[in-house]
Structure formats: structure tokens, C-alpha cells
């Protein structure tokens, strides 16, 4: 959360006119409701049932994809493996100091977040879910800790990676 994966998409996608996908806005499409009414609605285990099934599609239908997918995306199911097989996984991981300023701005409108925290209990969820998260997270292909990393650069990187 926060990372800027769906900006640094659309930015790889305006360099190279390769087309990206938002996870999320697939799963609000065919869903037909935003994710945290989603995640209200069914909760976190069937939201992520649905995810994976939106993130099997959009791969199956779409060659030279690029795909902005949530935090926990990877974390749940053989989604990791999956992604691995079909594609280069990039982890964007600014500082924490960078996700607490850029979430707590919007936290609200977070699923995983929605109003449960108070701003200063915000950093050490933060904390928590990088540690629980980060197994899955170390397995991309690529981690990048740039504060805002640099489109072009990503490009080169998956080009001669």
C-alpha cells in the first residue's frame, strides 16, 4: 500500500505503449462495486479468492501487460508463482517513513485500513504487514527502495534484467 505501484504502470505503460492493467479496477469492474464495499460485503478471504481469479484473467488474456496488483496480492494462494511464471515482478519498497506519509493521507479510503487506526497506530500496522508480507515480497525478480523511482530506469531494468 502506497508503494506507487499503479502510477509507476501507467508511466511504464505511456514509455513503452505497453498496456496496464490495476488489479484493483479489474476486480471493481467485474465486481461492480469498490473494494472497500467489497471487502465489506465478503470479507478478506472471499475477496481474495476473487483477486486471484481476476489476476489469472487478466495475465491469460493480455500479452505485454503490465499489472499494478495490491499489496497482498502476492501473498495468498500460489499468486507469487504465478506472477513469477508468467512475467518479472518488480517490488517497489520506499522507506516506511515515505508509505506512512503517503497513507495516512488516504487511509480512510483503504480497505485494509477504513478507519481502523488511528493515524499514529498507522506506522506501526505499516511495520507489521512489511514483516508479514515480506517472504512474498522478496521473491520478485526485482526490489527497488527509490523513494520515486525513475519509469525509465525500471524500463532498462526489466529490458536487461
Given amino acids: 500500500m502506497g508503494a506507487g505501484k499503479t502510477w509507476m504502470g ?5 514509455s513503452t505503449g505497453h498496456s496496464h492493467h490495476d488489479l484493483d479496477a479489474c476486480i471493481e469492474e467485474t465486481e461492480g462495486m469498490d ?5 465489506k460485503k465478503i470479507g478478506e478471504d472471499q475477496f481474495r479468492v476473487v483477486e486471484q481469479k481476476c489476476l489469472h484473467e487478466l495475465i491469460a488474456a493480455n500479452s505485454n501487460l503490465l499489472l499494478s496488483c495490491g499489496g497482498g496480492t502476492p501473498c495468498f494462494f500460489d499468486n507469487i508463482d504465478f506472477m513469477k511464471k508468467n512475467g518479472t515482478v518488480i517490488w517497489l519498497d520506499p522507506p516506511i517513513s515515505v508509505l506512512f506519509d503517503r497513507l495516512k493521507a488516504a487511509y480512510q479510503s483503504r480497505p485494509l485500513l477504513n478507519n481502523n487506526f488511528e493515524p499514529k497506530q498507522l506506522e506501526e500496522y505499516i511495520h507489521l504487514k512489511l514483516a508479514e508480507r515480506n517472504p512474498f515480497y522478496k521473491q520478485a525478480h526485482f526490489r527497488i527502495q ?12 526489466i529490458q536487461h534484467g
Fill in 10 to 14: 501507467q508511466q511504464i505503460s505511456l
Fill in 35 to 39: 473494494i472497500s464495499a467489497l471487502f
Fill in 146 to 157: 527509490d523513494v520515486k523511482p525513475d519509469p525509465l530506469s525500471l524500463i532498462k531494468l
